[in-house]
């Protein structure tokens, strides 16, 4: 079946430093990668996407690379702020399901100025 | 444009009573999702309309009910609230099934 195992949280920064969250996959057929960022008190907001093996997905300075051979898709940005402070949520969409989410835990993250 | 909306924004139920969330969008997307976020937990699909007139069950559909009552709205109800369905509720939808999905800002639903 489809599933996701999500770093666990929380991560607590200080502002300009490297972030890394980790994601790995099980998944049936060929999934979609996604990053879902979720801000206090507001619903979820795509952050990035790939669709297919060693596609890179990039948007405000955050990047994932589809990595078949180790099933993962970690996030990472080189210098975090204090704005980024948010949960972010790893997902798959299965290539035979109808669009259907599979969501990992969220992992937490806080920067400090 | 507001996009996907959802009312109420929070709710307080006792246990045994019914309601109905709500949920709407403007981007004439023709998939809606209904999805539930519980503490430690990823969003779980509760249930999914790939186009209006179909529903479907999603992971965890035991206590809920749907409707798509048009292309824009799509409503969750619950019949008689327990506490285990205490949970941020997120309504989401996309152009097609498949599609990028857009998201609702949620309800937080309370049931004593």
């Known amino acids: 079946g489809n599933s996701v195992t999500q770093m666990e949280g929380p991560v607590t920064l200080s502002e300009e430093a490297f972030l890394t969250i980790n994601c790995t996959y099980t998944a049936t057929g060929y999934p979609s990668l996604f990053w879902y960022v979720q801000y206090p008190g507001e619903g979820l907001q795509l952050l990035l996407k790939a669709t297919k093996a060693d596609d890179k997905g990039s948007n405000k300075g955050f990047e994932a690379t589809y990595r078949k051979e180790t099933t993962s898709f970690h996030l990472e940005k080189g210098s975090v702020q204090v704005s980024d402070s948010a949960v972010y949520f790893c997902a798959l969409r299965g290539g035979s399901t109808l669009g259907r989410l599979y969501f990992g835990r969220g992992t937490q993250l806080t920067v400090w100025p | ?112």
Request: contains cysteine; proline residues 4%.
């Open chain 2, 1 to 112: 444009n507001a996009g996907v909306t959802q009312t109420p924004k929070f709710q307080v139920l006792k246990t045994g009573q019914s309601m109905t969330l709500q949920c709407a969008q403007d981007m004439n997307h023709n998939s809606m999702y209904w999805y539930r976020q519980d503490p430690g937990m990823g969003l779980r699909l509760i249930y999914y309309s790939a186009s209006e007139g179909t529903t479907d069950k999603g992971e965890v559909p035991n206590g809920y009910n749907v409707s798509r009552l048009n292309k824009r709205e799509f409503s969750l109800r619950l019949e008689s609230a327990a506490p285990s369905q205490t949970s941020v509720y997120f309504c989401a939808s996309s152009e097609l099934a498949g599609e990028t999905q857009y998201f609702g800002p949620g309800t937080r639903l309370l049931v004593l």
